[in-house]
């Protein structure tokens, strides 16, 4: 029995399936995003969520880079937990991969809260890339899952509101500039895990703000909000107002009910406590509450059918149950992200914790009998007023300093602290931290002057926002500094000048490949496909000529140049110089899922529809494949008249609205 909240590092031993190397090409056009509105379905939109829809969208993962490195082999690995855990509950967070909470245990009840996944599997579905399934995931950013999903937070004790150990997560994000902290405690006593969130705009002008606390909990459950309408959003990316819990004569309150993946942003009332629930048969399961800031509510359903069933399939391990997903945001739904002032500040707290009520109740034909049911038996195990009073007392402590550090970040905040001297007390972000990926940054801050590498290499990771840039542009113009400026311009959309500074690299660089191949991205975008397939063929020409080894850096940096070369040159219809590229790729590459469906589609764009189906029929598994991706299903109806076979079908919409034009992301692009 555990009398006082304790913190405590341990171990997980689960299959894991290796992150692997980040890929080395700077991502100058967003991965495919499916979670997006069309332009003319805006009409008839609420004001708000128009303008908010609007606002500030996401058009680059720049700074950040892609994370597709990672396989489908799992091999059993320790990874590092933080475990709080009082005399109610255990929380375990992985403080390397996000600040999942991945479960949380009710000691009482003797029950696992959380859809609990029995394997780290990591899948294309974060904003760069990968993510895995299962717990309490903090969403940060823009539209999507965080780029920090596999990444590590800083982590700390710290003291609790009430004098109790607090765990406090911190980062800075990179694609909105933005820090922000995850305090997590258990009060004394309490049945509830308590959660404060905040981030700061420490900047001298407003930024858009996205976030969106995702809770996965087992499928076989009745999902309620307080909330009689709901906008729905599928795949087919139309977003329209739907009546809760039923519409067109099925209840979607059950998970399972729904055919196809979906969301569900929940109309919560204005005044309307927040909170959303997940109900076993029995009345049981897990509740999430939070102050007033965080008002939107979700529901998300991968649905019962042969797409949803075979994701679900594809992020754990035969035999293990389904899942949904409840979710808190800052808005009505995520296609929006809202206004953070600058020198402002958002903050709110969140509870987890077990919720019981009757049954009956719960699960019977008058849907304000339901919530009536959970409202009660929340304000009885959680009341309002103590919750919000709770909230007060948080705040007066969120700028308490950390002590013991459990956990390391990234040195990117260190380097903007260093560079804005920004004061943010409660989440230090320490010069000890900055790295290798930092220090020509830091030399460029202190002398004017990026650095030229000492050796051949993929070039490091290109920092875009405006002071940054500022600085590339005074800077001695040497091949490396172009390369770089040229990033950051083209980040700030202007294409043109981040042409003329990569074509000012090319004359003095000793290695072009990095810079022939944002050239070929320029044109490809330009719409200059013959251009475009030249320079992708010049620079892997280049990178083969230059590589040093077979390494992970330089075999990540031709399997990513291999791949957008042959996409470039098959769009260019030059399949000779296609195979060229392939039978260039390393035998380990070329056996990779990812690289199978590009080998078929070389097949196929040879006119051997054979030899691409017996690709298909030996098997593959495209470990990167990208969530709403339909290239496979698009190859195979190409090649073959049969149904599209159960492995292959990852469909999340339905088959009427299905698209006929490949994208970048589900292709080899």
């Known amino acids: 029995m555990v009398d006082v909240t304790t913190i405590r590092r341990d171990v997980l031993t689960l299959p894991v399936a290796e992150l692997g190397p980040t890929n080395p090409l700077p991502p100058l056009c967003p991965l495919d995003e499916t979670h997006h509105v069309d332009e003319r379905e805006r009409e008839g939109l609420p004001r708000d969520m128009a303008r908010q829809i609007g606002y500030e969208p996401l058009r680059s993962l720049l700074p950040e880079r892609v994370r597709d490195g990672y396989g489908r082999s799992r091999s059993p690995r320790e990874v590092g937990t933080l475990v709080l855990e009082n005399d109610r509950l255990r929380a375990t967070v ?78 800075w994000e990179r694609l909105r500039d933005l820090p922000f902290q995850v305090d997590l405690w258990l009060p004394e006593g309490s049945d509830f895990l308590y959660v404060g969130v905040r981030v700061r705009n420490p900047h001298e002008k ?40 039923a519409y067109e004569g099925v209840d979607r309150t059950y998970p399972p009910h729904s055919e196809f993946p979906a969301d569900y942003f929940y109309e919560v009332p204005d005044g309307q406590r927040r909170w959303i629930t997940a109900l076993d048969e029995a009345g049981h399961g897990l509740v999430q509450t939070s102050t007033d800031v965080l008002s939107g509510r979700k529901l998300f359903v991968w649905g019962s059918g042969t797409g949803g069933r075979r994701w679900q399939e594809w992020l754990t391990e035969p035999g293990t149950g389904g899942y949904c997903e409840i979710q808190a945001g800052l808005a009505r739904t995520q296609l929006e992200h809202v206004r953070l002032e600058a020198g402002s500040e958002a903050a709110w707290l969140e509870a987890y914790g077990p919720l019981s009520a009757d049954a009956r109740r719960v699960h019977g034909d008058d849907w304000a009998a339901a919530r ?65 990926a930092q220090r020509p940054w830091v030399e460029l801050l202190g002398s004017g002057c990026f650095p030229e590498p000492r050796r051949a290499g993929p070039p490091g990771e290109t920092l875009v926002a405006p002071h940054w840039r500022d600085m590339l542009e005074t800077a001695p113009a040497q091949p490396h500094t172009e390369y770089h400026l040229g990033v950051a311009q083209w980040h700030a959309d202007d294409r043109a ?173």
């Open 206 to 245: 407003a930024a858009p703000l996205y976030w969106w606390s995702n809770t996965a909990v087992p499928e076989e459950r009745r999902v309620l909000a307080p909330a009689e309408n709901a906008w729905h959003f599928g795949y087919e990316r139309r977003l329209r107002r739907v009546e809760v819990p």
């Open 372 to 436: 009536a049911a959970v409202e009660d038996g929340l304000e009885q195990t959680l009341p309002r007023r103590e919750f919000e009073t709770a909230y007060e007392h948080w705040r007066a402590a969120a700028d308490t300093e950390p002590g013991e550090v459990l956990a390391v970040g990234s040195g990117w905040g260190a380097l903007e602290v260093l560079r804005g001297a920004h004061k943010l007390p409660g989440t230090p972000f320490d010069e000890s931290t900055l790295g290798s």
């Open 94 to 171: 992985l403080p390397g991969f996000g600040g999942r909470v991945v479960s949380l245990f009710h000691k009482p009840s003797d029950r696992e809260l959380l859809y609990r996944n029995p394997v780290l599997q990591p899948a294309d579905f974060a904003l760069n890339g990968a993510w895995f399934s299962g717990g309490i995931e903090w969403n940060i950013g823009a539209t999507g899952h965080s780029t920090l999903a596999c990444s590590p937070l800083h982590a700390a004790r710290v003291v609790a509101p009430d004098g109790t150990e607090m765990l406090r997560l911190w980062e």
């Open 497 to 669: 000048q981040a042409v003329r500074s990569w074509e000012r690299g090319l004359e003095l660089a000793p290695s072009v490949w990095p810079l022939l191949r944002c050239l070929a991205v320029a044109d490809r975008e330009a719409g200059n496909r013959e251009r475009a397939a030249d320079r992708y063929a010049d620079a892997f020409d280049d990178l083969c000529r230059e590589r040093r080894d077979d390494g992970e850096t330089w075999t990540a940096a031709t399997a990513a140049l291999g791949r957008e070369a042959i996409g470039a040159l098959l769009a260019a219809q030059r399949t000779t110089g296609a195979r060229s590229v392939w039978e260039r790729l390393r035998p380990a590459t070329r056996e990779r899922g990812r690289f199978r469906l590009i080998e078929a589609q070389l097949l196929c764009a040879e006119g051997d529809r054979d030899a691409a189906r017996a690709v298909f029929d030996a098997g593959f598994d495209v470990a990167d494949l990208r969530e709403g991706a339909e290239a496979i299903g698009e190859l195979w109806f190409r090649i073959s008249d049969e149904p599209l076979p159960e492995r292959y079908d990852f469909r999340m919409r339905p088959p009427a609205t299905d698209a006929t034009d490949a994208t970048a992301a589900d292709g080899v692009g």
